[in-house]
């Protein structure tokens, strides 16, 4: 029995190859997927183009890598690339950017990297800035040690009255403070939302500083200073 079986089983076989032979499978040839590509402008807080800035895009599992760097113009663009991405944007002395999309056409896309340093504070025009969610506190022991933080500097070049005046919308709160050149309190708001007015009497030559909170992620606001001269 075990011979026949053995027997029949090869015949079985040998008319499956036979048939193969006859009757080949047409095999289909799979078409490449489709790649597009993502160009992109970064630029600072003040929309300054930033050249040199480095940017970085991985595959939804980060098994792949692209990356390319903005030209003298803040311009960036990669090609072949498609699907879940996340998308990290990096240069010296400013904070990261990083934002996650599906890529399924061709896309521009615009970046706003923060500096770690304190910026300028400028007089007499509406700034558009924001505290970066991913900035360190400024005074952790002092202040609060979860909150991050955005800060300005001001040199007085005249005495007087220094008015601060900060708007945002969101249900995030946001304080602000004066420092001294001594790095003491000066003048403070605290649990105010939307709306911050401040004033502090500020002496010609010396630098002061001003710290913008968040509690506790990114948050956009509007800051105007005006300084009034006056003993």
């Known amino acids: 029995m075990r011979r026949i079986l053995a027997f029949c089983t090869v015949v079985a076989l040998g008319t499956g190859c036979s048939d193969a032979r006859k009757n080949p499978v047409a095999i289909q040839p799979i078409a490449p997927a489709a790649t597009f590509t993502l160009s992109g402008i970064v630029r600072d807080e003040e929309g300054t183009a930033l050249p040199g800035a480095t940017v ?3 595959d939804r599992y980060s098994t792949r890598f ?6 003298q113009a803040g311009v960036f663009q990669l090609t072949g690339i498609s699907g879940q991405l ?3 944007v990096t240069r010296e002395d400013y904070y990261e950017s990083s934002s996650s999309l599906r890529l ?6 615009a970046f706003f990297l923060t ?4 910026l300028e504070l400028p007089l007499g025009v509406l700034l558009h800035t924001r505290v970066p969610g991913r900035a360190l506190p400024c005074d952790p022991t002092r202040w609060d040690s979860m909150a991050p ?3 300005f500097r001001f040199t007085a070049q005249q005495t007087g009255v220094l008015n601060i005046d900060i708007t945002w919308n969101g249900q995030l709160e946001l304080d602000a403070v004066v420092m001294s050149p001594r790095g003491d309190y000066m003048e ?6 939307s709306h911050i007015y401040l004033r502090a009497q500020v002496e010609k030559g010396q630098t002061y500083e001003i710290r913008v909170h968040s509690y506790y992620s990114e948050q956009e606001f509007d800051l105007k200073a005006e300084l009034v001269p006056g003993g």
């Not at 692209?66 to 030209?71: E, G, I």
């Not at 399924?104 to 896309?109: A, P, Q, W």
């Open 56 to 58: 970085t895009v991985a």
């Open 66 to 71: 692209w990356t390319t760097s903005t030209n």
């Open 86 to 88: 996340t998308i990290r």
């Open 104 to 109: 399924d056409s061709d896309l521009t896309i």
């Open 115 to 118: 500096r770690t340093e304190a």
């Open 149 to 151: 933080c955005r800060r």
């Open 188 to 193: 403070y708001s605290s649990g105010i939302r």
